[in-house]
């Protein structure tokens, strides 16, 4: 027992594997022998609860896995080859807990975690629906067993280095890793990656017992918008990390990691949009099924073409056996999915067709087409190097140039579709309704137009910025005038609302957005999620102003850019056990106003050794116009100045400003609504109208203070 | 007056867009922001950040050595992704097959909409003979408020 603390986290995952065996046979069995009416020996309903039980058990046996590789990370254990290849003694303890995730078995290890846990929880609510509850927990299971077999067969976080004893120190953790985000950003995205597994488990389940009614979609509903919530706070927290620690200037790469995540995204997306259909009208069932099963695959090809060396990465872990696994799996997903279709498929039939072009049915198909083609393009543009290298022999880049060209104009039809469906009417919208609906927001975006061209932002005349495609600006322009004639769009459907129910209570126009908004959560939810995107994509339109200015600066000197004077204070160097850095002290000023003093930084971690690694500080100045964002690159070799680039990113907040709205959006969203409740109200004296009334109690149904006579329908 | 406004309104949008002139060292910058780094960091040539890049600076001076001879686009392209091979083109610009990296996006998109259309066609069409088949319910006083009720309810959104 030389290593007692790996010899537990391997036990313990193998225990959790040998549970999770036993969660899907039992749990397979007992839901057999529940359907056909077959007797077993123990009664089926508790074989069901010990497969439930043995889940719930898995979950803390790989925590016990968790507990292990942490332990060894804290205590510099080097003689597990995991903590020694991303671990030293010298960094601090945050970055040792996210060392778990900064490399291939390590991330699996989180993967299996993350899972396990969700399991856990829809295991802790089965009393929601057990049956089905029951048969998700299995088919959770099944997924569970292929990352434990990894973590236990292929890529163990517990391996020992040769000969059991480890060295003085470790190799120390990437330094891009060493940032706050990256102990965020990580277990954020994957809780919205693996997330995906539980409405890819319900909706399989579902299938297969042929589920009566629309509740499970309500379940996996809820299920999908937290997977999204988080999903979308991953991707987002990727995009800052970017942005503010590899000092390119930019936030989204196109990096085939990256697109990785945002496939899963953009089909959860759809799925969302899409489901609604179902529960409202009973209609796309087969769409819906397959969307979330796509999205599910999504995630493993993702992970799969990444993880494999297929194509080429940035991000760490790239290039390893383990692809072929993930490739094997994703063949049994597909293979499974595509045989309980063909089997049930009949239980997916449509009850209503649809009735017209112009209705909210028809905008969520081709909601769900652009998306679609969205999701295709990302999915084309990753894996088109293949693809030519298997016809021409040679690989070819698909980088920004290629999205930006293509993606973009996808993004702004799919912008314009924000604006346009929710003012659509399920079935058909009458002429007089699309008029009334329509105007406000077509002049908005009519009246952004010529004010952005008045201000200056003229498409076709390159001196607006000298160094951009003139397609980027026209695309800014469009997508700022439509982002404009949505938010009018969602305000006005906010405001009619508002004042219908001002109408009704006497609230104030505050008060009655509020009670609007808890009354239909889901709906007005939705509506502050468009609102984040549209502020999200008119920040994304910034990029099109981006500029950038490189020079050396010395003592004292200034340069002038983009209206900031930036005067260097001073230039140094310093160093610390983790790393040896050097900075420049950089002043500010606006219109003659010192406003900030800037530190750019640019450290090199690993200073005496052979994997000596430099890394980027960027000093950003934010304001909600622009970005003022500066970069360390290095010194002149022979006069020791510092190099320093300057970018100025327009609207860059707006980004983030986007994504905290949709955070908050989706939260009200997920709030369950103001039921109507009854109350007993004394009624003092006959209605003149019904008669009715005598004095006594009578039940009354309120919304929200809104009182109703007995007898009249109430609406 | 409605036409009026709309010529008025094309006149301003014209006379807008139409002004300006180009820049010199746009090309440079457009020709520089289609072409890769090739040390390995993956990045836009110009945007390439890292000090002591072994490739970057010879690219750039050969890009801007290429412009200064008057070499159209399509050439400089050419010429770069001749000596570094077709990596160094940010995106596929070769034409043959690389074309097909281009219209396979548009092409699905648009397949999309087409079957869409054809598709809310037809329903459309089961829609009109399903309700041709049936017997129109006369409204009673019962079903006034409920009818009622239900336009409200689907008079907007949800």
């Known amino acids: 027992m030389s290593h007692p603390m790996p010899l537990f986290g391997s036990f313990s995952l193998l225990l959790a594997l040998i549970l999770c065996v036993y969660t899907l046979f039992s749990g397979t069995l007992s839901l057999w022998a529940i359907s056909t009416g077959r007797a077993l020996a123990v009664a089926p309903e508790r074989l069901r609860e010990t497969s439930r039980r043995a889940g719930i058990a898995s979950f803390i046996a790989v925590c016990c896995a968790v507990f292990a590789i942490g332990w060894a990370f804290f205590t510099n ?305 990753t894996l088109f190097p293949v693809l030519s290298e298997f016809v021409q022999g040679s690989k070819v880049t698909m980088g920004a140039p290629f999205y930006n060209r293509v993606a973009v104009p996808i993004g702004l039809f799919l912008l314009f579709l924000t604006g346009v469906g929710p003012l659509l009417a399920w079935r058909s919208t009458s002429l007089r309704a699309i008029r009334r609906n329509f105007v406000l927001p077509c002049i908005a975006i009519i009246v952004t137009t010529i004010v952005l061209m008045i201000a200056g932002l003229r498409p076709w005349s390159s001196d607006v910025r000298a160094d951009d495609a003139v397609g980027a600006n026209i695309y800014a322009l469009v997508c700022i005038a439509l982002g404009v004639g949505v938010i009018t769009a969602i305000v006005a459907e906010f405001l009619r609302g508002a004042n219908v129910v001002r109408t009704q209570t006497g609230k104030n126009l505050l008060e009655s957005t509020i009670l609007l908004t808890r009354r239909n959560t889901r709906r007005y939810g939705g509506y502050l999620i468009h609102f984040g995107i549209v502020i999200l994509f008119i920040g994304l339109a910034g990029s099109a102003f981006n500029q950038s200015k490189e020079t050396e600066m010395g003592f004292g000197d200034s340069i002038q850019f983009n209206g900031y004077k930036i005067i260097c204070q001073s230039y140094s160097e310093d160093s610390n056990a983790n790393y040896d850095s050097q900075f420049a002290l950089l002043d500010v000023f606006h219109n003659g106003k010192k406003i900030i003093r800037l530190t750019p930084e640019r450290r090199v971690y690993f200073v005496n050794t052979d994997h000596a690694q430099p890394a980027t500080m960027v000093a950003i100045h934010s304001t909600l116009e622009s970005d003022l964002y500066v970069v360390f690159e290095g010194t002149n070799p022979d006069n020791d100045k510092p190099i320093i680039k300057f970018f100025v990113n327009p609207l860059v907040n707006w980004i983030w400003i986007g994504v905290v709205i949709i955070v908050f959006g989706t939260f009200i969203a997920l709030v369950p609504p103001l039921k109507p409740s009854t109350r007993r109200v004394e009624v003092t004296s006959p209605h003149p109208a019904t008669g009715l009334g005598a004095p006594g109690l009578a039940s009354e149904t309120w919304v929200g203070g809104a009182a109703k006579l007995p007898g009249v329908p109430h609406v | 007056m409605y036409k009026r406004s709309l010529q008025i309104l094309l006149v301003i949008f014209v006379a807008f867009t139409m002004l300006g002139a180009s820049s010199p060292s746009a090309r440079f910058n457009r020709l520089g922001h289609n072409l890769m780094c090739t040390c390995g960091c993956s990045q836009i040539l110009l945007e390439c950040n890292h000090m002591g890049c072994p490739d970057s600076p010879g690219l750039i001076a050969a890009l801007h050595s290429q412009i200064d001879a008057g070499a159209s686009d399509d050439a400089i392209y050419k010429s770069f992704a001749a000596k570094y091979g077709p990596t160094v083109l940010a995106s596929p610009n070769r034409g043959g097959f690389d074309d097909v990296a281009w219209i396979g996006p548009f092409a699905f998109l648009l397949l999309g909409i087409v079957l869409i259309l054809l598709l809310l066609r037809l329903w459309q069409r089961r829609q009109a003979s399903l309700a041709a088949t049936l017997p129109e319910i006369p409204p009673t006083p019962e079903t006034d408020p409920l009818r009622q009720r239900i336009r409200d309810e689907t008079k907007y959104g949800e």
């Open chain 1, 77 to 381: 254990d080097f003689s597990v080859d995991y903590v020694l290849h991303h671990s030293s003694r010298a960094l601090i303890a945050p970055y040792k807990f996210s060392s778990l995730w900064a490399g291939q078995e390590g991330s699996l290890l989180l993967w299996a975690w993350l899972l396990a846990g969700y399991g856990f929880v829809l295991r802790i609510r089965h009393k929601a629906d057990i049956t089905l509850h029951a048969y998700a927990s299995t088919i959770l299971s099944a997924i569970q067993i292929f990352f434990l077999i990894l973590v236990v067969f292929v890529a163990s976080p517990f391996a020992i280095v040769p000969g059991g004893i480890g060295p003085a120190d470790g190799f120390g953790l990437n330094p891009l890793l060493q940032y706050p985000e990256m102990a965020i950003h990580p277990p954020m995205l994957y809780l919205g990656y693996i997330g995906f597994s539980v409405p890819f488990a319900f909706a399989l389940g579902a299938l297969m017992m042929r589920y009566p009614g629309e509740k499970w979609i309500h379940i996996t509903r809820r299920w999908t918008m937290v997977t999204w919530l988080f999903l979308t706070c991953g991707i987002t927290l990727g995009m800052h990390w970017a942005y503010a620690v590899l000092g390119w200037g930019g936030y989204w790469g196109w990096d085939p990691v990256e697109n990785a995540s945002l496939m899963p995204w953009l089909l959860g997306t759809a799925f969302l949009h899409s489901v609604m259909m179902q529960e409202k009208r009973g209609m796309m069932k087969v769409w819906n099924v397959w969307l979330i099963f796509a999205t599910f695959m999504l995630t493993i090809l993702g992970t799969d073409l990444t993880r494999s060396g297929l194509v080429n990465s940035v991000h760490a872990f790239a290039e390893s056996d383990i692809g072929y696994w993930f490739t094997g799996f994703l063949i049994i997903i597909f293979a499974v999915c595509l045989f309980t279709f063909l089997y049930n498929r009949d239980h997916l039939r449509a009850e209503n067709q649809f009735e017209s072009l112009g209705s909210r049915e028809s905008s969520f198909l081709f909601n769900n087409l652009v998306l679609l083609a969205a999701c295709f393009t990302v999915l084309w543009g």
